[in-house]
């Protein structure tokens, strides 16, 4: 009888094992990735991420290789990334006691063309806040005082720049010739004297105290009537003229 225990504790024993074993072979794996260019030349700095079975996230060392270690047997996608290459991914099956080796060849990403950087600059360029300007206030008349146009055909002074507007006094003994802000609106308020405003295809006559909108892209042209200078404040709002 005692025998005949020991054998079945044997046997008990022998099959816990093998289920054990079974059951250890398909955990612990290795999978190794080396991230190479096109000449072979290894890529340090890469992104390896890895999906499926297990989820792992991990860079490439300074010869381009990198271990992922504890993985079980599945199915998997492996992804390296690189800001100088093509993102390159590839599906792989680890098998219970089979570690694996695999190499992933990276094709360097296009040179950016020279028109397309420009572009970026630009976007770049208008996305960066111009200087908000300098607050002034000051009063009209005695500006004029000081700044008078006298025999001269034309004055133009800036009396305030910011971010999104700039505004001038232009005193006027000749004709403004015809002109349109393709980018830009424009108001327009006589302070003194006469004058005749061209607006798009119809005259439009000034007086002091007049104002006109000027919508962007639209044709003005600033005619002065009788003997005394036409004196306009035009704001012009649209781009930034502090950069």
Do not use: W
């Not at 770049?124 to 206030?137: V, Y």
């Not at 609106?185 to 295809?201: F, H, K, P, S, W």
């Amino acid at each position: 009888m005692l025998r005949v225990l020991i054998v079945i504790a044997c046997l008990i024993t022998t099959a816990a094992g093998e289920r054990l074993a079974a059951q250890g072979a398909g955990v612990g794996l290795t999978l190794s990735v080396a991230a190479v260019d096109g000449a072979g030349a290894p890529i340090p700095g890469a992104r390896v991420i890895l999906s499926g079975a297990a989820a792992r996230d991990a860079t490439t060392r300074d010869d381009g290789t990198i271990r992922l270690i504890r993985l079980k047997a599945g199915s998997y996608r492996v992804r390296v990334e690189h800001a100088r290459f093509i993102t390159l991914e590839r599906e792989l099956t680890l098998r219970a006691g089979q570690s694996q080796k695999i190499e992933m060849a990276l094709s360097e990403a296009p040179a950016m063309a020279p028109e397309r950087a420009e572009e970026e600059e630009a976007v770049e360029a208008e996305e960066t806040p111009a200087p908000p300007g300098e607050a002034r206030s000051l009063l009209i008349t005695n500006f004029i005082e000081k700044n008078f146009i006298g025999r001269n055909p034309k004055r133009d002074d800036e009396l305030g720049c910011t971010a999104s507007a700039r505004t001038r006094l232009i005193q006027l003994r000749e004709s403004l010739p015809e002109e349109s802000l393709p980018d830009a609106d424009e108001v327009i308020y006589v302070v003194a004297g006469e004058g005749t405003l061209r607006l798009g295809n119809r005259d439009v006559e000034l007086d002091s105290s007049s104002l006109a909108v000027i919508p962007r892209g639209t044709v003005k042209a600033l005619t002065r009537k009788g003997r005394n200078p036409l004196i306009v404040l035009s704001v012009v709002s649209g781009p930034s003229c502090t950069q």
